[in-house]
């Protein structure tokens, strides 16, 4: 298989993710009867739930859905625990994928084109390591967007794996107590779970605002050029 074909491949399994990422808001689970079976085997429902979470995520599922939903049927630290599993075998789906059909139809097209793409490129394999850690920790960018980049950038599985693991913790930690404080109605861990979730943002961005001016001036020029900066 040539790599336009594995191109191909890879757009279509991106287009089919996304399909499941807007259908996912408008999926519904009942509650008291997963409750019920979690109450009857507890280890096999984690099981079940840490599946569901990588084989729906690897296709774009709501990873924040997913996390929200073990949060009712888990104690705390469960949850985290098995949202970092789900976070984290997706992600390694999406990586080889990536690796796999789109690596090298991307590398070669920046190769041929040069110029801003070729720029572009060279700002976020300066520090691939930092890239994955930082937009991962950012709660806003898409996860299959990051892990997809995974892929393509140059970067090995240990030091992607590492990155994706403590880029995705605090937000999954984050996440799973301020659902935990919405099912209690407790102000104080909504409160600090909120903080938390902006304050990691807020921090990954600060670390990494030299690359992303770099990349806004690439993609808009123009604005730079009138303000002079």
């Not at 336009?4 to 890879?10: A, D, N, V, Y």
């Not at 990588?54 to 949202?83: D, N, Q, R």
């Not at 789109?102 to 070669?108: A, I, K, L």
């Not at 590492?162 to 209690?184: H, I, Q, R, S």
Request: hydrophobic fraction near 50%; charged fraction near 15%; charge should be positive.
């Amino acid at each position: 298989m040539n790599n336009k074909k594995k191109f191909l491949l890879f757009v279509l399994f991106i287009l089919v993710s996304l399909v499941v990422a807007v259908l996912s808001s408008y999926l519904g689970l009942d509650q008291e009867t997963i409750q019920g079976f979690v109450a009857l085997n507890k280890t096999f429902a984690s099981l079940i739930y840490t599946v569901l979470f990588i084989v729906l995520a690897s296709f774009s599922f709501s990873v924040s859905v997913m996390t929200s939903v073990g949060t009712l049927f888990f104690s705390g630290p469960e949850a985290v625990a098995y949202a970092i599993i789900g976070i984290m075998g997706s992600a390694m789906v999406h990586f080889y994928i990536a690796r796999r059909l789109g690596r090298d139809y991307v590398r070669e097209t920046i190769r041929k084109r040069g110029g801003v793409l070729e720029k572009f490129d060279e700002i976020v394999e300066k520090n691939t390591f930092k890239t994955i850690l930082i937009l991962s920790a950012v709660f806003f960018v898409p996860p299959t967007v990051v892990n997809l980049l995974g892929g393509v950038v140059k970067i090995n599985t240990r030091k992607y794996a590492l990155a994706t693991l403590f880029g995705n913790f605090p937000n999954t930690l984050f996440t799973v107590y301020l659902m935990k404080g919405l099912l209690y109605t407790d102000a104080l861990l909504i409160g600090v779970s909120l903080a938390g979730l902006i304050l990691t943002t807020l921090i990954a961005l600060y670390f990494y605002t030299g690359e992303l001016k770099h990349i806004l001036r690439l993609s808009f020029p123009w604005a730079f050029k009138k303000s002079g900066k």
